[in-house]
């Protein structure tokens, strides 16, 4: 149910401001007679914010059956859409959409299902050395490094994104280390 309210509000928040605006350029730009343009323009703006609810439907779906089995002590801190390099640093052209997930014990990559061919990548925290801010080798500034005591991963995440997430990762670690001294 409350998928269905949510749904309803994005297709009027969505869809009354694309109606208003398509109602403007038919009214007064295109000269269109007032009645038969506002009705045109509410249908137009019913089907963008219909549109609109779906794909963000779709996609929270999607996040909900990309999270990883969790063990019952574990706690998740972050999650978020990006890409995974499945050759280390950027190696080849090989990115696979999905979801990155961080928990108090871990990070996480599980593909969303169009993409879901079988590769997950689990990094446990003990094992990251250091998170940082990259760019990826075309110049995209939305590189996230996270080196491990084995290799160095690659995400792509979203630009904004990027600096909370070495952020959380760090902090995570930083917390994990003060829990068990040792590791």
Sequence with gaps: MRHGV????????AGLPAGCAAAFVAI?????????????????????????AVIVSRRERAEQTALP?????ERLLRQGPAECFEEPQGAGE???GGFLYLTDKRLV??????????????LPLADIVRAEAAEVVWMHPTALHVHTTRRVEQFVVLEEEREAWVAAIMGAKRVLARERPDG
């Excluded at 007064?28 to 609109?52: D, Y």
């Excluded at 089995?69 to 002590?73: G, K, N, R």
């Design 6 to 13: 949510r749904a309803v509000k994005l297709a009027l928040l």
């Design 28 to 52: 007064v730009l295109l000269h269109q007679p007032p009645r038969p343009a506002a009705a045109g323009a509410a249908i137009f703006g019913l089907a963008v914010g219909a549109a609109l």
């Design 94 to 96: 090989s990115r696979v």
């Design 109 to 122: 990559f599980r593909p969303h299902g169009a993409e879901d061919r079988g590769y997950e990548l689990s």
């Design 69 to 73: 089995q969790l063990d019952p002590a």
